[in-house]
Every structure is written in C-alpha cells, then in structure tokens.
C-alpha cells in the first residue's frame, strides 16, 4: 500500500489519493505525480466554488460582462488533471490474462492489486 496522505490536501484531494491508491504499491515517481493531481483535484474545487458563487460572467474594465476569469483557469486545471493521471502506468483492467510475461514484476504486483481491489482474482 502507499505511504500515507501528502499534506495539506483537501477533501477532494484527499479522497482521489485514496481512490487512486487503495491497494496499489506506487513509485516515488509516480506518489509526485499523484499528489500533484489530488493538489489540482482541489483546486478545481475551489474554482468550482468561485463560480458557484460568483457566477460565470464577471465585470470587466468598462463594465461590460466578460467570462469569469476563473473559467478559463478552471479549463486549464481539469485538463492538468487528465494530462496527470495520464503519466501514471496504471495496472490493466482486461478480462485477458495474456500479456503478464511482458510486464516487470512491479507491474505485475500492480496488475493484481488492482484486479482484487475490483473484486476479481489474479
């Protein structure tokens, strides 16, 4: 299992570390690249909020209407997030069994502690 929760994650980041972790052994490499997608789960959440609150247009210099500012950072940080999660090499979910004599050992123990966790044997 992972080692524990990074510091200073919100809600949301704290239960995607959880989700993304829960039965996996994940490398140094890999637990940064995490942790910068539960950081991000949050801020999207903040932003989230942000437009909640204060609506998707926003006043702009000569008082016209314009986007909220935080719709576009808002793009940007979901799209960080997909490109994050991405980068990790995530255990395979196929019904096939084929294929396991070309992964690494790491990448085995991964493929079955994913496939348990889902409730299936390896």
């Known amino acids: 299992m992972s ?34 997608a539960c950081r991000t789960a949050d801020v999207i959440v903040s932003l989230d909020a942000v437009l909640a609150a204060e609506g998707v247009t926003a006043t702009g210099s000569t008082g016209q ?26 255990p395979e979910l196929g019904d096939d069994e084929g294929g396991w004599d070309d992964l690494s050992a790491s990448q085995r123990a991964r493929r079955a502690a ?6 299936r044997a390896a």
């Not at 994650?9 to 910068?36: F, Q």
């Not at 909220?68 to 808002?74: C, D, Q, R, S, T």
């Not at 994913?114 to 409730?119: D, E, H, I, Q, S």
């Open 65 to 90: 209407r314009v986007v909220h500012p935080a719709v576009a950072e808002l793009r940007q940080q979901r799209a960080l997030l997909s490109t994050l999660l991405r980068r990790i090499e995530w």
């Open 3 to 36: 080692d524990s929760t990074p510091p200073n994650l919100g809600a949301a980041g704290i239960g995607l570390w959880r989700d993304l972790t829960a039965g996996l052994e994940l490398r140094r490499d890999e637990r940064v690249v995490v942790a910068e």
């Open 114 to 119: 994913l496939k348990r966790r889902n409730g």
